[in-house]
């Protein structure tokens, strides 16, 4: 938890990775360009003092993450959001077996979410129902730029989508995590568009679909969409390391996002190991609006409780401790 000014801020990390791209693991160039592509992301938008050697972030373990996130970083609950990318690397760039170990090992800070693929089809399904079974998942997290043979993305409203979204109701899986933001190559900028995302979220409603990245850089699109589907919810992963590099744009965000969907759909996301908690917590919390950006209200105390870890705790039925939780409305 961390506490600043007499207020105790309970922190969910929501989108959290354990991955694997070392040299070994990369089966072709893309692999490389992937991670080349995440690390320039890691690099551009950090503080200098927390950028990492680039070997150390192309693997870095399960002993590290939990330094960094829980001894160093103030979580005190987070979620992995694991991404596949089977073309790209032999066992998977998120890494299934070491993450869910750290899941089991410490079960009340880390939730494990798995990854599927419509395009496996019946397999695919029969998968998803053995995962849900093995991991007791609550979420999933969906990659639609994804390759696959020779399809290189696919949408949330495809046919075997649905099909997918339906065996999700049926388990009980209610929390779908899309990453809607900036490509990364070699991936296909267009794959990453929003616009299913209106169609599914209409179609299934007892479902949350959480865009992670809010649809950057298609933000005003995102906004438009969440503001008419009340399951819709934004991720900050990615937005929110703008705080350090491009404060008024991060302004913007954060003003656009409180603005159309107000601040219960919010979720922190530190995107881990992109970038690390601590630095970005500390941040938020003393993060003001420029004064000249008057269109935006200043962010409260309350809000800040909500985005950092109350919203993400209540989709996911995390117990928070009485010191963490915001006071009762008062009764007239």
């Known amino acids: 938890m961390y506490r600043k000014d007499g207020e105790n801020y309970f922190i969910v990390d929501a989108h959290v990775a354990l991955w694997d791209a070392r040299p070994d693991n990369q089966r072709n160039i893309h692999g490389k360009q992937f991670i080349d592509c995440f690390y320039d992301y890691h690099r551009n938008l950090s503080p200098e003092t ?3 050697p680039y070997e150390e972030f192309l693997y870095y373990g399960g002993e590290r993450l939990m330094k960094d996130l829980f001894v160093d970083g103030y979580v005190d609950h987070a979620i992995f959001q694991p991404a596949r990318l089977g073309a790209f690397y032999g066992t998977g760039f998120g890494q299934t077996e070491e993450a869910f170990a750290l899941t089991r090992k410490h079960p009340g800070k880390l939730t494990y979410n798995h990854c599927f693929d419509p395009r496996f089809e019946e397999a695919g399904l029969k998968q998803l129902r053995e995962d849900a079974a093995r991991f007791g998942l609550k979420g999933v997290k969906l990659y639609t730029a994804e390759w696959q043979g020779d399809s290189r993305g696919y949408k949330l409203d495809d046919p075997w989508t649905y099909r997918y979204l339906e065996a999700c109701r049926e388990l009980g899986i209610r929390n779908i995590h899309v990453h809607k933001g900036p490509t990364i190559r070699p991936l ?17 409603t007892d479902l949350n ?4 990245h809010c649809g950057l850089p298609r933000l005003e699109d995102f906004c438009w969409i969440a503001t008419q589907e009340p399951n819709v919810h934004a991720g ?4 929110i390391p703008f705080i350090h590099s491009r404060p008024r744009y991060f302004a913007q965000i954060i003003g656009e996002l409180i603005y159309w969907l107000g601040e219960d759909r919010i979720q922190f996301s530190s995107d881990y190991a992109l970038w690390t908690p601590k630095w970005l917590v500390e941040r938020f919390v003393d993060f003001r609006i420029p004064a000249d950006m008057d269109e935006y209200p200043q962010l409260t105390v309350a809000q800040k409780k909500k985005i950092l870890g109350l919203n993400a705790a209540a989709m996911y039925g995390i117990d928070v401790p009485a010191e963490g939780r915001l006071p009762a409305p008062a009764v007239v």
């Open 50 to 52: 927390e950028v990492w």
């Open 236 to 239: 900050l992963a990615v937005a």
């Open 209 to 212: 679909f959480v865009v992670e």
């Open 188 to 204: 296909d900028r267009d794959a990453f568009d929003v616009a299913d995302v209106d169609k599914a979220a209409t179609d299934f």
